[in-house]
């Protein structure tokens, strides 16, 4: 099986954009351990829907904590959240929230690590059976009226990681909040044993910022001929 990062594309020629953020945060962390405040930009589960949490007013408000904080109100997200999920400081709940505007592709990047595709497109690629594809419809105002575009935002879990070969240092996480803080090696290569059997779409692990897909999701897309992303293999060891 091949890998390929998901890219935009930015050749496709459609002038869609959005203006929006997730409904719910986990606060960024300030650790007493490495001295770090931090939090992590990638990580969103929007199918998670936590209108009916007890305690949904703590989630609203980006913000940093203290560390033993961040993990008290960790703890209150986690039977929420899907089985297993990692959750570091900062990630991201339910809907993205707020204002879009011009045409769309098949796909759309709001940024690197932030997936929205078309629903039909998305049902097709599921009917298709690719697996792992999960997503939720945002809540946007359009400015025009017509041609109003039925996006959903992917669910990416974190899956799999990159190979120690082409890491500059080897990962060091801090034992007290489990930061890593390495930064995102130019020639990526992904730890063939660590990759996911059960899905076709998902982030990786460690750079929870790098989408990827596999050999099975790019043919669909391509034969279905769907637009707006592009295919980078990347090499496994
Ligand atoms: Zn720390």
Redesign the pocket.
């Known amino acids: 099986m091949r890998f390929y990062e998901l890219r935009e594309n930015r050749a496709s020629g459609y002038t869609g954009d959005i203006s929006a953020a997730s409904k719910w945060f986990l606060p960024g962390a300030k650790?007493p351990?490495?001295g770090?405040t931090w939090a992590n930009a990638a990580v969103a589960y929007p199918c998670v829907d936590l209108s009916r949490h007890p305690q949904q007013a703590a989630f609203v408000v980006p913000r940093a904590e203290p560390l033993h904080e961040f993990e008290r109100l960790r703890e209150l997200i986690r039977p929420w959240a899907p089985e297993g999920a990692p959750l570091p400081p900062g990630t991201r709940f339910g809907p993205l929230v707020g204002n879009a505007w011009g045409r769309f592709g098949s796909f759309f990047f709001q940024n690197p690590w932030t997936l929205l595709v078309r629903r039909e497109a998305m049902e097709t690629l599921q009917q298709a059976g690719l697996r792992g594809l999960a997503g939720h419809q945002p809540q946007l105002s359009f400015r025009q009226k017509k041609e109003l575009p039925d996006l959903m935002e992917l669910q990416l879990m974190p899956y799999g990681l990159l190979h120690a070969d082409c890491l500059r240092q080897p990962p060091a996480p801090?034992p007290?909040?489990g930061?890593e803080g390495s930064e995102l090696p130019e020639q990526l290569i992904l730890k063939a044993a660590s990759l996911p059997p059960h899905t076709d779409v998902f982030r990786l692990a460690d750079f929870e910022s790098v989408l990827v897909g596999t050999e099975h999701f790019k043919e669909a897309v391509q034969r279905l001929g769907m637009d707006g992303i592009l295919f980078h293999e990347l090499p496994l060891r």
Do not use: T
């Open positions: 650790c351990g490495c770090a801090c007290r909040c930061r």
